[in-house]
């Protein structure tokens, strides 16, 4: 086996002996090329091997003396550290050190080497200003003051477990991290405070506002080490919206590795499992560290709806997916459809429903339910907080409701297109919302038309269910149209739908026309002004003639849905005539 040289010792100008390091790995004992001094101990540290000399190493290590001291051979000449931190690179530096050179501390090796000196017990016992009492004070100087140098000399100490845990590395750094984090942001919101002041601040001069970049750099640690460091910022008051914008940026830089690009890859097979664990795993982690719940959460609904998608795929506990719908629910007003088009898991299954519905029916319950928390809220609100009513139009309460019910008719619609999807869980999901959700049914009738489109075949039992939950008397013109002709539909519908439409129009034509066409605009547009020159442009006479020529329109169009109704009242005799047989 050749030999491979570490460095060699050469005498200075002032006498005194240097280390020379060679460029060369080590994979052999080291020969040193002096003439009068001789190598008499080998260090040996996995496949790597120093040759050295005791006095050097002797005279800082209190490891290596003891050792030496206890050795029953007086002449041992091999001794095997393999346990040290660091590794060979680590002993090199320290060996170096030992020297009496002067070496280099950095960001990249102050943890590996503050490892090394407690391993090799280099303290000031031996030597003043020894390699420990050096990196305490490199460490203490340059590494704590500062968050983006203590986040990279923590990721440093992920492969030097156990010594970084028993010096108390980990945890000084962590709470470095934590505690300058809360300085920045209380630094930052006094700039804002004296933004806030303009006679206080100086002109022309703008305050720094607060950045996530040490957050952002959070991203290379390790998920052990990452947890540690945002429970204790969250432990010392960091915001929620900074804790929100950490996660998203750890999570999508973690989860972005693990996505199978590879349409190669076999769905079961050992390499799909381990990055599924991989993804549960950090999943799960994430939604363990996630704000407290709350509708005014500062949690972005795209990055919950990510995690809960995540979470089904790669079969995350219930809690966690729980937790997630849950916290879904509670800012569901804020959501689009992408957010809950949640594709479902079906593993095994080639005959399974595109979406996940049960997830998303839970997710709209939690929401619904939230109608009663606030009747209990309002309950014990003094009576004359009570004066703005919650149900109203405009309230912020049933914006977000009928906010909710468009997005679940779209949602319906969307879902109708799968042929595998049950009949019972489309009407579970059409049948949630209360009547009051909804102002006009349009929606939710161009989803069934869809479904029943898709689903020729589903029993008339449940095709009857299903168009019951359709409220005739809130649909268009045009719905009502479309569905007096809609051969889709049972004929109790088409004759409810006539029948709504003969009312609406018969109470148009005695008289209740004015207040049927302009009444329900103006209630529908307050915002429009019936006074200024615009309301005068159309004189009385003008006005009486369009008023006689719809009465002539509707006359016509009665005329024509009586004779459709007579004709769908025969089709529903014989119909019954043949079920009596």
């Known amino acids: 086996m050749g030999v491979v040289t570490v460095g060699e010792l050469k005498t200075s100008i002032s006498g005194k002996r240097s280390f020379r390091p060679s460029s060369t ?14 190598s008499d101990v080998t260090i040996e540290i996995g496949a790597s091997s120093f040759a050295l000399h005791k006095f050097p190493l002797v005279s800082r290590s209190g490891r290596i003396r003891r050792l030496l001291i206890e050795a029953k051979d007086a002449t041992i000449s091999r001794m095997n550290l393999s346990l040290i931190p660091g590794g060979p690179e680590a002993f090199e530096l320290a060996a170096k050190f030992c ?3 002067n070496i280099e501390i950095t960001l990249s090796n102050v943890a590996m080497l ?27 100087d340059t590494v704590l003051p500062n968050i983006s140098n203590s986040i990279s000399v923590l990721h440093r100490c992920e492969c030097l477990s156990p ?16 505690n300058n984090a809360c300085k920045e942001q209380l630094a930052s919101g006094l700039l804002k405070l004296d933004h806030n002041f303009p006679m206080k601040t100086m002109p022309n001069i703008e305050p720094e506002t607060p950045s996530d970049w040490w957050g952002k750099s959070l991203s290379v640690l390790n998920l052990e080490f990452f947890e540690r460091v945002l429970t204790a910022v969250k432990s010392k008051g960091l915001k929620q919206d900074m804790i929100s914008k950490i996660l998203i940026n750890y999570t999508h830089n973690s989860l972005q590795g693990l996505v199978i690009r590879d349409p190669h890859i076999v769905r079961g097979s050992l390499l799909d499992m381990e990055l599924q664990k991989k993804q549960r795993v950090i999943v799960e ?18 990055f919950l709806s990510s995690l809960l998608k995540t979470a089904i795929a790669s079969s995350a506990s219930t809690s966690c997916r729980s937790d997630l719908e849950r916290r879904i629910g509670l800012q569901l007003d804020q959501a689009i459809l ?15 429903t595109m979406y996940d519905t049960e997830s998303i029916l839970r997710i709209f319950s939690i929401f619904l339910n939230l109608d009663e928390d606030d009747d209990e809220d309002n309950r014990m609100r003094d009576e004359s907080e009570m004066a703005y009513d919650f149900d109203s139009p405009g309230s912020p309460k049933q914006s977000s409701i009928l906010k909710v019910s468009k997005l679940l008719d779209t949602f319906l619609a969307e879902i109708a297109l799968d042929t595998n999807l049950l009949p019972s869980k489309f009407i579970a999901l059409a049948e949630l919302l209360p009547d009051h959700a909804r102002i006009i049914s349009d929606g939710l009738y161009r989803a069934v038309d869809i479904f029943l489109k898709v689903h020729p075949n589903i029993k008339d039992s449940e095709r009857y269910r299903l168009c019951k939950t359709i409220d005739c008397q809130k649909l268009s013109q045009e719905a009502c149209s479309h569905a007096a002709q809609n051969e889709r539909l049972p004929v109790q519908m088409a004759v409810q739908v006539l029948y709504f439409e003969q009312i609406r129009l018969r109470n148009a034509m005695n008289g209740g026309h ?42 016509l169009e009665v005329a024509r849905m009586r004779m459709r109704l007579t004709d769908l009242e025969k089709d529903h005799v014989s119909m019954k005539q043949e079920l009596d047989q």
């Open 99 to 101: 020297y009496g050179i």
């Open 163 to 178: 010594v970084s845990e028993e010096i108390n590395l980990v945890n000084r750094l962590i709470n470095a991290i934590a």
């Open 285 to 302: 982690a994430m939604v363990s560290l996630l704000p407290t719940q709350s509708r005014r959460s500062s949690v972005p609904m795209a």
């Open 514 to 555: 004015n207040q049927f066409f302009f009444g329900t605009i103006n209630s529908q547009f307050p915002q429009r002004s019936s006074s200024g020159a615009g309301s005068g442009a159309i004189s009385p006479r003008d006005n009486y003639a369009s008023v006689r020529r719809e009465n002539r329109e509707l006359k």
């Open 25 to 38: 790995i080590r994979h052999a004992a080291t020969e040193w090329p002096i003439s009068d001094v001789s």
């Open 114 to 140: 503050r490892c090394a000196a407690h391993f090799l017990e280099m303290t000031e016992e031996f030597v003043q200003k020894n390699l420990e009492a050096r990196t305490e004070a490199y460490l203490k």
């Open 338 to 352: 992408e957010d809950i088009l949640i594709p479902a898991n079906s593993y095994g299954n080639n005959h399974g």
